[in-house]
Nanobody
Framework: VQLQASGGGLVQAGGSLRLSCAAS???????????MAWYRQAPGKERELVAK???????NYASGVKGRFTISRDNAKNTVYLQMSSLKPEDTAVYYC??????????????????WGQGTQVTVSS
């Protein structure tokens, strides 16, 4: 699976941005995805989960973005979005798209993992 992220950029505090991440690959690989998420990593900090949405529609947000960010997905397009509003300078980071998968093989073996997309820079100026 390849994850292509886009939509980052420079915005002033209080502004908005929308990130997109499109997944592509074989039907087997795409169907194995059971959740998609956005992570971010600021300079000198560890990568952290921002928001996740499962196949069943369950959504989790990091406490610092609740009420400001909205994650959604378009299953027909294999795309996940992150609408970011009321942006703050502390939201500045490289944002990464991720897809969690469970691959079930006829042999009975199961492979669990996570695909990562390339990062997209989000910079919020004060």
């Amino acid at each position: 699976v390849q994850l292509q992220a886009s939509g980052g950029g420079l915005v002033q505090a209080g502004g908005s941005l929308r990130l997109s991440c499109a997944a592509s690959g074989t039907l087997f690989n795409i169907n194995a995805i059971n959740a998609m998420a956005w992570y971010r990593q600021a300079p000198g900090k560890e990568r952290e989960l921002v928001a996740k949405i499962t196949d069943g529609g369950s959504i989790n947000y990091a406490s610092g973005v609740k009420g400001r960010f909205t994650i959604s997905r378009d299953n027909a397009k294999n795309t996940v979005y992150l609408q970011m509003s009321s942006l703050k300078p502390e939201d500045t980071a490289v944002y990464y798209c991720a897809a969690d998968y469970v691959e079930n093989f006829p042999s009975g073996s199961v492979v669990v993992g996570r695909h990562w997309g390339q990062g997209t820079q989000v910079t919020v100026s004060s």
